[in-house]
């Protein structure tokens, strides 16, 4: 099973920028997402990228500041992720998809804060 590892995480003030990876421990062409949750909410979905680089939809209210990427050499999924407001700040979790579109393997996780 593959596993995953976030990374990237960290404070940043509002309007600022910062990059995700996710690194798998194997090579995957499976659809890998990015989620993320924060206190007392639900985790919410934000976007995937197909193993051939096609992207999901992007969750509304990061539409046009987040992107995600994929670097199939590296077994890395980027999300890049600029603007950022306060209420961004969570848990940024990856996930692979697994058969019949269930997400399988979860990364533990890279906390993202954003500062006014």
């Known amino acids: 099973q593959v596993q995953l590892v976030e990374s990237g995480g960290g404070l940043v003030q509002a309007g600022g920028s910062l990059r995700l990876s996710c690194v798998a421990s194997g090579r995957t062409f499976n659809t890998i997402g990015w989620f993320r949750q924060a206190p007392g909410k639900e985790r919410e979905f934000l976007v995937a990228v197909t193993g051939s680089g096609v992207k999901t939809d992007y969750k509304d209210s990061v539409k046009g500041r987040f992107t995600i990427s994929r670097d199939n050499a590296k077994n890395t999924v980027y999300l890049q992720m600029n603007s950022l407001k306060p209420d961004d700040t969570a848990v940024y979790l990856c996930?692979?998809?697994?058969?019949?579109?269930?997400?399988?393997?979860w990364g533990q996780g890279t906390q993202v804060t954003v500062s006014s």
């Open positions: 996930a692979v998809q697994g058969g019949y579109a269930k997400w399988t393997s």
